[in-house]
């Protein structure tokens, strides 16, 4: 499958933005759709996951500020960033996985600048 995010972009502290990552095919397969980072210089880490039963799961740092949903009718999963800062500045990637057969696919990311 191939995935490609949207939304990135530039924005001042305290601002919003919303990521959304388009899928080319039917994403009701995956039992595991997520949202990763990595800023300069750091390992990729987990923001968001969001699981077939709708189960979510936060990072400590983006508790109450992000929003992860999927919309399986569209094929998207999408990331509402809320009260971002500077610390929030990375590339956000998404990620889906399929735990029977292990088929896991990453986009190619799309940056998110947060300025002081």
């Known amino acids: 499958v191939q995935l490609v995010e949207s939304g990135g972009g530039l924005v001042q502290a305290g601002g919003s933005l919303r990521l959304s990552c388009a899928a080319s095919?039917?994403?009701?397969?995956?039992?595991?759709m997520g949202w990763y980072r990595q800023a300069p210089g750091k390992q990729r880490e987990l923001v968001a996951v969001?699981?077939?039963?709708?189960?979510?799961n936060y990072a400590d740092s983006v508790k109450g500020r992000f929003t992860i949903s999927r919309d399986n009718a569209k094929n998207t999963v999408n990331l509402q960033m809320n009260s971002l800062k500077p610390e929030d500045t990375a590339v956000y990637y998404c990620?889906?996985?399929?735990?029977?057969?292990?088929?896991?696919?990453w986009g190619q990311g799309t940056q998110v600048t947060v300025s002081s």
């Open positions: 990620n889906v996985f399929n735990l029977i057969t292990h088929y896991d696919s």
């Open positions: 095919r039917s994403i009701g397969i995956f039992n595991r």
């Open positions: 969001i699981t077939s039963g709708d189960i979510t």
